[in-house]
């Protein structure tokens, strides 16, 4: 089992950015593909980016392509996502999550265990 924080989530203007933090704990995080999800209001939970467990491979969502990135530090049972140039429509709370699965899913469904959520908000 694990238990995942998110931190980092904020205000700020169009163009800005955001770095989001998600500690993890447990002696296994490296045993899980580490993934981001977002929930803006009204609307279901959307995948926003996953990372395999040794951080080589990556996928993003095609609408934070060019612009977030995710990385995870083994060492430090950490998972980041950057943001950079931040849009009004990135506003969400974004969530952290883990999953025992062996493959790429986007699946919020695959995902076994979640963070509380933080909250992103990008002013125009």
């Known amino acids: 089992q694990v238990q995942l924080v998110e931190s980092g989530g904020g205000l700020v203007q169009a163009g800005g950015s955001l770095r989001l933090s998600c500690a993890a704990s447990?002696?296994?995080?490296?045993?899980?593909?580490m993934g981001w999800f977002r929930q803006a209001p009204g609307k279901e939970r959307e995948f926003v980016a996953t990372?395999?467990?040794?951080?080589?491979?990556?996928y993003y969502e095609d609408s934070v392509k060019g612009r977030f990135t995710i990385s995870r530090d083994n060492a430090k049972n950490t998972v980041y996502l950057q943001m950079n140039s931040l849009k009004p429509e990135d506003t969400a709370v974004y969530y952290c999550?883990?999953?025992?699965?062996?493959?790429?899913?986007?699946?919020?469904?695959?995902?076994?265990?979640w963070g509380q959520g933080t909250q992103v908000t990008v002013s125009s």
């Open positions: 447990g002696r296994t995080f490296s045993s899980y593909w």
């Open positions: 990372i395999n467990r040794n951080g080589a491979i990556i």
């Open positions: 999550a883990a999953t025992t699965s062996v493959i790429f899913t986007s699946s919020h469904d695959r995902y076994n265990y």
